[in-house]
């Protein structure tokens, strides 16, 4: 190959994300980004071809959801921009730190419909709609702030991703001087007064309550501790799950979309909500909202003003708020412990809870487990216990089907040798079952735990709630153990739940990914 003299841009950038700790890029390469991947073979970073856009996108949000630092992607003008705003749309709603950085026509010549290759009239505005910052660079030294900004927004504000793109022109450009990490800001500190005046009402309260979501992710020693002194029970949102040992005495987990959590929270004289904007597909009862008796902690300063009203607002960091008030919560005498009545489950929730139990069973508790838009997956949000962090991804706000197999994969690259799962559905997994080429490239043993019940079974259901004839939910399915084999992936369908547990095992042990196929038979059987 020829020498250069000089770096080019998209050179620089490779080796910029390099100083800011970047150690994975997932991506596809195409005509207009290749300059950014001029680099990539000398430098330190992996780079993880993924078999569509969407996938790579998951694979950034899982990456950064399993290991607290931000996911990485490369992507192409135009379609590769359009591909990936779903998964970024998803990383906004969870509060993902996903960095997505793309190329863009030539700056003297886009937005100006002359049918270009992938040309898009405002691609920056596309991306704009589902991320906390966007940038368009037209120097240098423009992609240089960028990056910048991307990374002092990931250490020190609410997670969300952010877009960078490059034109063509600047990609090729030489690149200059000054291309080194700088120094980043921590989160903000939280207001001593405040946390003490948290800290006096906490004391004060006959029945204090605490709620985790995923921004408490990093705040569960706190958390408990000021629990056990206050014997306060605490339930944890989709996203906090694993904040706090589901087995801890004081832990009832995610039972918010239960009746019986509004009424623990008119009857609550302190509710500590950490880390959590308590919407919609938290509970599932938009028409409802606190408006008295809570404070709250969280990065976002919006979140402390809407729906639910505020009593003692607190911006700044959830572990050291929460050790702050800590410092000044009395212990009081009495048993540490909480019980919440779920109710009966129905024939479904039995039937599912049996199967997740024998799954629960059998991984390894550090597992990292990701989860898709599933029944299965809807009961796991309420039984399935989790005891550590960062060890249950859901699509919680988005709710984006075929979300769990490149998450999966995202988190194998983050987390290592730490075991991953995937629990999905047989419709969700046909949204991005080419990822399985990905995961048996690289030999990843990831545990695919697909739910057949051939049909849209929640969206059937929920039909048949609201008096509609169930129609368009049904279809009919690939063979899915030619398929998996077909991508060099193993596959098993057990026959029982003795046979399932089994699968586990051997699938734990499997050189590469293993798709198990479970249906209701098999509970039956």
């Not at 290991?67 to 509060?95: E, K, M, Y």
Request: proline share 6%; glycine share 10%.
């Amino acid at each position: 190959m020829p020498q250069r003299a000089e770096l080019s841009t998209g050179e620089a950038l490779v080796g910029l994300l390099e100083a800011y700790g970047v150690d994975t890029i997932f991506g596809i390469p195409g005509v207009h980004n290749v300059e950014m991947y001029r680099a990539l073979p000398r430098s330190g970073i992996r780079h993880v071809l993924a078999r569509h856009e969407q996938g790579a996108g998951f694979m950034a949000d899982g990456y950064a959801r399993a290991t607290a630092r931000p996911g990485v992607c490369f992507t192409i003008t135009g379609p590769g921009l359009t591909n990936i705003l779903t998964p970024l749309g998803q990383a906004w709603s969870d509060s993902s730190n996903v960095l997505v950085i793309s190329s863009a026509l030539d700056i003297r010549d886009s937005a100006q419909g002359r049918g270009r290759l992938h040309e898009m009239i405002d691609q920056r505005g596309g991306a704009a709609a589902v991320t906390a910052l966007t940038f368009r660079c037209h120097t240098p030294k423009d992609l240089r702030d960028a990056v910048a900004a991307a990374f002092a927004h990931f250490a020190s504000q609410r997670p969300r991703p952010v877009y960078i793109e490059a034109p063509l022109d600047l990609l090729k450009e030489p690149a200059g001087e000054g291309w080194t990490a700088r120094g980043l800001p921590k989160r903000p500190a939280p207001n001593a007064g405040q946390t003490a005046a948290a800290a006096a009402r906490l004391n004060a309260a006959k029945k204090p309550l605490i709620l985790l979501g995923g921004g408490a992710l990093g705040a569960g020693k706190a958390a408990v501790g000021i629990a056990e002194k206050l014997k306060a029970p605490i339930i944890t949102t989709t996203a906090g799950k694993g904040a706090v040992p589901t087995g801890h005495p004081l832990c009832l987990g995610q039972v918010m979309a239960r009746g019986g959590f509004w009424t623990l929270v008119a009857e609550s004289d302190a509710i500590l909500c950490v880390g959590s904007e308590l919407s919609e597909t938290d509970h599932w009862n938009n028409a409802l909202a606190i408006g008295k008796n809570l404070i709250r902690i969280d990065l976002d300063p919006a979140v402390m003003a809407r729906p639910h009203t505020a009593d003692i607002a607190i911006l700044g960091d959830a572990r050291e708020a929460l050790e702050l008030i800590a410092k000044d919560i009395t212990d009081r005498k009495g048993k540490a412990a909480a019980s919440f009545d779920m109710g009966e489950p129905d024939a479904l929730r039995a039937m599912l809870t049996k199967v997740l139990a024998v799954i629960r069973k059998e991984l390894p508790e550090e597992t990292v487990i990701c989860s898709d838009m599933t029944q299965i997956a809807y009961a796991a949000n309420e039984v399935f216990p989790v005891s550590m962090p960062r060890t249950w991804l859901h699509p919680v706000g988005f709710g984006t089907l075929g979300f769990g197999l490149p998450v999966g994969i995202g988190a194998k690259f983050g987390v290592g040798d730490r075991p991953v799962a995937v629990l999905i559905g047989d419709y969700g997994i046909q949204y991005t079952v080419n990822e399985l080429g990905t995961a048996a490239e690289h030999k990843l043993p990831i545990v695919i735990l697909m739910w057949n019940n051939n049909a849209l079974g929640e969206i059937r259901d929920d039909m048949v709630r609201k008096g509609i004839q169930p129609n368009a939910v049904t279809l009919m399915n690939p063979d899915f153990q030619a398929l998996a084999r077909a991508y060099g992936v193993n596959a098993e369908q057990p026959k029982d739940l003795k046979a399932l547990a089994a699968a586990i095992a051997r699938a734990l042990k499997a050189e590469g990914p293993t798709l198990i196929e479970m249906t209701p038979r098999m509970v039956a059987g």
